[in-house]
């Protein structure tokens, strides 16, 4: 097959292009302050909604260098107005501008990149009782289509129960609607990326606009005008979605070289696609999005026509001079695709699912009906509402199917690959699947001597290289995660054991309460990426301070998505997590010790050894308050417990090297007495950016800065990471 090199050429050059914006671009956005602004914008995408706050993109518009910025506006208390917004209308207001996030935790999602690769410049957050005034609407195309797509919504929400309505906005649109447990079910099922619109949903849609053309009997040319105007239109419906732009982009160049009777190679059309894209979003080239699908078609033009080769020489060696049954070419396209995004998916998401090649097979079918018959019910259920009994009847009956298959898939979920760091895991995985594809392409020839030395050679120093790392010693490990409004720290013994204090949650839980399209979103979202980035799939105990959602609500969902030995709670604690049956549960009191296999102790101060329940507001002060020791070094942690309780535990050997600040820095807590006794050379303040409470509190900062003890902030620093062999210790923190 023809390689031209132009195309190739090309895309190098943009990559390279793409790539030196690393370079110059230096801003660092945790390190700069939010400042309050006016301004004047139009809303630039649709309104995504969920129980605690409303999330949109607005182009702002009040002076002559317009500048998109993502607005985040919190729910409580929200105005009105803001619900009430659609695509293309004209807001002013006031609200605190800040450059996103980078990547806070290990593991984590690197926000402020995710939104430069969309030109987003900065993130504009709207505090509760924000006063945001609609003053007018501007009219284009791209709002009348993103409008259009809202009624589509809607109409879907109305027509659909909840989980199917989703599923199929989600394969439409790309817009699960904040399910995110129908996220978790498709991920787990290894088949998530049908939730994302993808070059297949356009493959569908293209075969459908097609269909209808046939039908219609217009002519090859207008053909592809049709096809052209829909593809345009559906990228615009989609927010422009790095997928469908690739897909559109060669699935036009293959039309129009049969339309006008020239030759378009594949790997070209790949090229230009890409070159398109980098052009106009650089940073494009550093998400999960480009890279997964990207390579994905990359791994299908190098290698399936190769392996097909191989596998019809080897069924006519075994006697059998049929075609490739379709079931055995199906699954063979599955593996390759899913080789081409396996290592984006291992860097990006720590974990690639083994039975999603064989989950592939039957959802993909079934997932392309549910397109076609959506987009036709769709339209119908807007213009003959009466009818959506009948219109609606199949789409309902393809997401029953849909969702009833990926919850039988769900049960093998256990073989699931989790990956551990880039150079300690992911690099040598990555080159030992590229190995295995080039010897199934036949790139390699195994039957050679030279192929056999240069294949078991490079095996031998990558199992190697996964090796070694485990047989070196470790120090021990602590890092403070950024949860938010909450608390969570992971700790990593020297010799491969595994712990946890608090998990974080939502501070506006109340613990028992229905947790609603929130569910799994600490976990799923901080805790199981930091885990799974470090390898970790198990945990030997977890510490629960007290009964409040922001500490406990992680490590309660935590407890169901992988192996927990045991729990540890305070003696005043009351949670949900008493009543489960399927791992011990001890209650830890004052004078208690735990220690792990290699000697790691954690030392409990309080509360005392009463054990009794206790209402929501008197959980604070009988947090489980205690200290994590190795060697020479000493770590405290506190809880919510406040000043009431310093004064109590202040008669014991208390002092550590690092305190974890009591009350994410409330002024209730952490007294200049209790600093003095603690003796810390640093403080961790785990703290929620903008939160409600005005955390921490200049006093605390104050008490902290007149006592010469150098403090770190999770929401500014992010995750805070201390390694320490006993007696020295090294800190990093995940922000750049």
């Known amino acids: 097959m023809k390689r031209p090199t132009l195309g190739i050429t090309l895309l190098i ?18 390190n700069q302050k939010g400042m309050t602004t006016d301004f004047v914008g139009v809303v630039d995408s649709r309104i995504e909604k969920s129980s605690r706050k409303t999330v949109f993109m607005m182009k702002n518009i009040k002076d002559s260098n ?38 806070h935790n290990p593991g984590g999602f690197n926000y402020f990149l995710y939104l430069k690769s969309k030109h987003i410049e900065a993130c504009l957050y709207l505090p509760s009782g924000t006063s945001v005034k609609k003053i007018g609407r501007w009219h284009s195309l791209y709002y009348q289509i993103l409008r259009g797509r809202e009624k589509l919504i809607h109409t879907c929400n109305a027509v659909f129960a909840p989980q199917a309505a989703h599923l199929i ?54 053909q592809f005008g049709v096809l052209a105007l829909a593809m345009i239109g559906y990228m615009m419906m989609t927010g422009f979605a790095l997928s469908v732009i690739r897909a559109s982009v060669m699935l036009l160049a293959a039309e129009s070289g049969r339309v006008f009777k020239r030759h378009v190679d594949t790997l070209s059309a ?3 696609s890409a070159g398109i894209i980098l052009l106009i979003w650089p940073y494009a080239l550093f998400t999960a999005s480009f890279q997964m699908s990207f390579g994905a078609v990359l791994a299908l033009i190098l290698f399936a026509e190769p392996v097909m080769y191989r596998t019809q020489h080897i069924f006519q060696s075994a006697g059998y001079h049929e075609e490739i049954p379709y079931g055995a070419q199906s699954l063979i396209i599955s593996a390759i695709a899913l080789a081409g995004t396996w290592p984006a998916t291992l860097f990006h998401f720590h974990q690639v699912s083994l039975i ?31 009818l959506k009994v009948i219109a609606g009847i199949v789409p309902a009956l393809l997401a029953g199917i849909t969702l009833d298959f990926t919850k039988w898939v769900n049960q093998f979920q256990f073989i699931n690959l989790h990956s551990g760091s880039l150079f300690g895991m992911i690099l040598p995985v990555c080159f030992l699947i590229f190995i295995a594809v080039l010897l199934a392409a036949g790139y390699i020839d195994f039957t050679q001597k030279r192929g056999q030395i240069v294949t078991l050679s490079c095996i031998a120093v990558f199992a190697l290289w996964m090796l070694i790392p485990d047989c070196l010693p470790h120090p021990l490990t602590l890092t403070y995660l950024d949860v938010g409004q909450g608390d969570a720290a992971l700790i990593e013994t020297p010799k491969g054991h595994y712990y946890m204090i608090d998990g974080g949650g939502y501070e506006d839980q109340i613990p028992g309460n229905n947790k609603g399209d929130q569910t799994g979103e600490i976990s799923q979202s901080v805790l199981l990426p930091a885990l799974y980035s470090k390898g970790i799939d198990h945990l030997e105990g977890v510490f629960i301070s007290h009964n409040h959602a922001d500490h406990a609500q992680g490590i309660e969902e935590l407890v169901t998505e992988i192996p927990v030995q045991h729990i540890f709670v305070s003696t005043k604690y009351n949670g949900p997590l008493l009543k489960q049956k399927t791992i011990p549960v001890t209650q830890l009191g004052d004078h208690d010790a735990v220690s792990s296999p290699d000697h790691v102790k954690f030392k409990v101060f309080w509360p005392d050894q009463w054990v009794e329940s206790l209402p929501d507001d008197e959980q604070n002060e009988n947090s489980l308050v205690m200290q994590v020791c190795y060697g020479k070094r000493r770590f405290l942690f506190t809880g919510d417990a406040g000043q009431a309780t310093e004064q109590i535990i202040s008669d014991q050997n208390i002092q550590a090297d690092v305190l974890k600040i009591g009350h994410h ?20 303040i785990s703290v929620g950016a903008y939160n409600r409470y005005g955390h921490p509190s200049h006093e605390v900062i104050k008490r902290l800065r007149h006592q010469h003890i150098q403090y770190l902030r999770t929401d500014q620093s992010g995750a805070v990471t201390i390694r320490t062999n006993g007696t020295d210790m090294k800190v990093r923190t995940y922000s750049r």
Request: hydrophobic share 50%.
């Open 66 to 103: 317009a500048q998109k910025w993502q607005v985040t506006a919190s729910n409580y208390g929200q105005d009105a107005c803001i619900k009430q917004l659609q695509p293309g209308d004209v807001i002013k207001g006031t609200g605190k501008l800040k450059p996103a996030s980078g990547k």
């Open 13 to 30: 050059i943009l990559v390279i292009l793409s790539k030196t914006c690393l370079f110059f671009d230096r801003l660092n956005p945790d």
């Open 665 to 684: 820095g409330s002024k209730t807590a952490t007294s200049s007495l209790f600093l003095k006794r603690v003796h810390p050379m640093l403080a961790v």
């Open 169 to 222: 906005t989600g394969i439409c649109f790309g817009e699960l609607q904040g399910d995110a447990m129908l996220r978790k079910q498709f991920l787990d099922a290894g088949v998530a990326h049908v939730l994302a619109v993808s070059g297949l949903h356009t493959g569908y849609l293209c075969m459908l606009i097609l269909g209808i053309c046939h039908m219609l009997h217009l002519k090859e040319q207008h």
């Open 270 to 272: 790949l090229s230009l």
């Open 356 to 386: 999603g090649m064989i989950g592939n097979l039957l959802i993909i079918p079934i997932v392309g009906l549910l397109l076609v018959f959506s987009w036709i019910a769709l339209p119908v259920l807007i213009l003959a509402p009466p």
